[in-house]
């Protein structure tokens, strides 16, 4: 239900991409017994690892962090700052 909410003032495209980057997020933490919404820096730097060993561009890692920021948003504390974790302040729903 918050990902539903968080993204109804995006673009088709835009939603569906950040909805697909949760949903992976998702499945990792859960595979790995985590709570998505309480990830740790080092966790989630562990994740970016994984897409890097994948071969997922740097643009694609940025968006999925800011997939990630968005849902932290929702809560009262912001996911720590790491160099794999994409800003929020320069997307904004249309």
Same mark, same amino acid.
């Given at each position: 239900?918050?990902?539903?909410?968080?993204? =109804?003032?995006?673009?088709?495209?835009?939603?569906?991409?950040? &909805?697909?980057? =949760?949903?992976?997020?998702? &499945? &990792? %933490?859960?595979?790995?017994?985590?709570?998505?919404?309480?990830?740790?820096?080092?966790?989630?730097?562990?994740?970016? %690892?994984?897409?890097?060993?994948?071969?997922?561009?740097? !643009?694609?890692?940025?968006?999925?962090?800011? !997939?990630?920021?968005?849902?932290?948003?929702?809560?009262?504390?912001?996911?720590?700052?790491?160099?794999?974790?994409?800003?929020?302040?320069?997307?904004?729903?249309?």
């Amino acid at each position: 239900m918050i990902r539903e909410e968080l993204l =109804l003032g995006y673009g088709y495209n835009t939603a569906r991409a950040y &909805w697909g980057d =949760l949903e992976d997020l998702f &499945w &990792w %933490a859960e595979n790995r017994g985590k709570d998505l919404l309480n990830l740790s820096e080092k966790d989630f730097k562990q994740y970016c %690892a994984l897409l890097r060993r994948r071969g997922y561009s740097e !643009s694609t890692i940025r968006r999925r962090g800011t !997939s990630f920021n968005l849902l932290a948003s929702t809560r009262s504390t912001q996911f720590p700052s790491s160099e794999c974790i994409g800003s929020t302040s320069d997307r904004t729903p249309r």
